[in-house]
């Protein structure tokens, strides 16, 4: 299988934008060995604006564009930095590829992203991808890993998109609110009354939320991708869903 698997702030980094290194560690582990077990893995790595807010010893995300941009710049170089470190340690080679939505839906450079990104597949690294944030500005931005993990998804055809995030999947209600929220298993057409589910994002380092994962879906429904928003706090949760057990919410083909 080609899996792309979308990690997000809130599971990479501490509230602090320091990495959480038990499980940035178990989740590089568990994708080694997935790879291992001879499936392709895409990693869509969010985290670099919470890293360098981290890492500059910033008290919280900053508002303004450059200040965004420098923690971006900074961030990044110490998210492949780990990524390297770990998955080198079972033997793995990582690169890393930053794109703006421009080279998503420029011809010509759409194309350039999709034959390096088969090629480092044919090559067997393991691509780590994430938005230039530091030229991406206003208008020209995805604004999201959500919708670039899908992206990349359709962009080389993968069978299954899997997002990582602080929460275990869709649900009725916002469970830190409502006790009576329940987990929707299962999702196979993004309608209204799913769109309405979606509430106001409460991440304090990240972007995205429900809306982003929710535009997601519809991206992989479209063009046959399986998708599932899983818990990234529980790594093991990625075995979890190859083995198609019932984890999180699966957008599309059914649970086994
Ligand atoms: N590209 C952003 C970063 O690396 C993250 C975007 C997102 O959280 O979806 O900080």
């Known amino acids: 299988m080609r899996i ?20 940035v560690e178990t989740l590089c582990k568990i994708m080694s060995d997935i790879k291992n077990a001879g499936h392709e893995v895409i990693l869509v790595s969010s985290g670099a604006i919470g890293m360098g807010v981290g890492k500059l010893g910033m008290r919280q995300k900053p508002a303004d564009i450059p200040s965004k941009q420098a923690a971006a710049a900074v961030g990044q170089c110490e998210l492949m930095y780990t990524y390297d470190k770990l998955f080198g340690e079972y ?76 929460i275990d999947g869709l649900y009725t209600a916002d469970p830190h609110k409502d006790a009576n929220a329940v987990l929707l298993q299962q999702v196979d057409k993004i309608d209204e009354s799913i769109l309405s589910l979606a509430g106001v994002s409460s991440t304090t380092l990240g972007t995205g939320g429900m809306v982003t994962k929710l535009h997601a879906a519809e991206i992989c429904l479209d063009c046959g991708c399986e998708m599932v928003i899983a818990n990234g706090n529980r790594p093991e949760n990625l075995y979890d869903i190859l083995d198609g057990k019932a984890v999180g919410t699966r957008f599309g083909r059914k649970t086994v």
């Open 91 to 166: 033997h793995h080679t990582v690169a890393q590829l930053l794109i703006t939505k421009d080279d998503t839906v420029n011809e010509k450079r759409r194309g350039n992203f999709i034959n390096t990104l088969n090629r480092l597949l044919e090559l067997g690294t393991l691509p780590i991808i994430n938005e230039n944030d530091t030229i991406a500005t206003d208008e020209i931005v995805i604004g999201d890993n959500d919708t670039l993990g899908a992206i990349v998804a359709q962009s080389v055809r993968a069978d299954l998109l899997i997002l990582l995030s602080d």
């Open 4 to 23: 792309v698997v979308k990690i997000g702030t809130s599971t990479l980094t501490h509230p602090s934008g320091h990495l959480h290194i038990r499980r």
